[in-house]
């Protein structure tokens, strides 16, 4: 549990400092210093790692690995120009509670992963706000 709630601070924490910095600069300039950071970091750590993992027979794992690092790139410039022209309020909730949402939807389906009635029911009260947040950003209220 220590690392999912550092998680959630560091992101959080991040969210911050990105809308910061797209609100001022090139939002896809924000976004490929963000991702150049973040791939360096994780790079430093798994290069001594590299050497004693047999790649051969992980290539599928591999290829799904650049695959997410595609979208993920993709993710850091949409967030950044969605930070540009929206308010944080806005922006945060629909991309986190949707991926929330869209995740675990994918995670049971492609993965056999069971989700619970009380998650069914959070999930579900996650779908209405998001749909009263999206109501509410389209009509202005």
Same mark, same amino acid.
């Given at each position: 549990? *220590?690392? @999912?709630?550092?998680?959630? @601070?560091?992101?959080?924490?991040?969210?911050? $400092?990105?809308? $910061?910095?797209?609100?001022?600069?090139? =939002? =896809? %300039? *924000?976004?490929?210093?963000?991702?150049? *950071?973040?791939?360096?970091?994780?790079?430093?750590?798994?290069?001594?790692?590299?050497?004693? /993992?047999?790649?051969?027979?992980?290539?599928?794992?591999?290829?799904?690995?650049?695959? +997410?690092?595609?979208?993920?790139?993709?993710?850091?410039?949409?967030? #950044?120009?969605?930070?540009?022209?929206?308010?944080?309020?806005? *922006? /945060?909730?629909? /991309?986190?509670?949707?991926?929330? %949402?869209?995740? =675990?939807?994918?995670? #049971?389906?492609?993965?056999?992963?069971? /989700?619970? !009635?009380?998650?069914? %029911?959070?999930?579900?009260?996650? +779908?209405? +706000?998001?749909?009263?947040?999206?109501? #509410?950003? !389209?009509? +202005?209220?």
């Amino acid at each position: 549990m *220590v690392y @999912i709630f550092l998680a959630t @601070i560091f992101y959080s924490a991040s969210i911050i $400092f990105i809308t $910061f910095a797209s609100r001022i600069l090139n =939002t =896809t %300039l *924000v976004a490929a210093i963000v991702n150049i *950071v973040s791939a360096i970091l994780p790079a430093l750590v798994v290069i001594p790692v590299l050497n004693k /993992v047999n790649i051969q027979d992980q290539k599928l794992a591999l290829i799904a690995a650049i695959i +997410g690092g595609i979208l993920i790139a993709l993710f850091g410039i949409a967030l #950044s120009k969605s930070y540009s022209l929206n308010k944080v309020a806005v *922006v /945060v909730p629909i /991309v986190f509670g949707g991926s929330i %949402l869209i995740s =675990t939807i994918l995670g #049971s389906i492609i993965f056999k992963e069971k /989700v619970s !009635l009380i998650q069914g %029911l959070g999930l579900s009260l996650l +779908g209405v +706000g998001l749909l009263i947040i999206i109501y #509410s950003r !389209l009509t +202005g209220k």
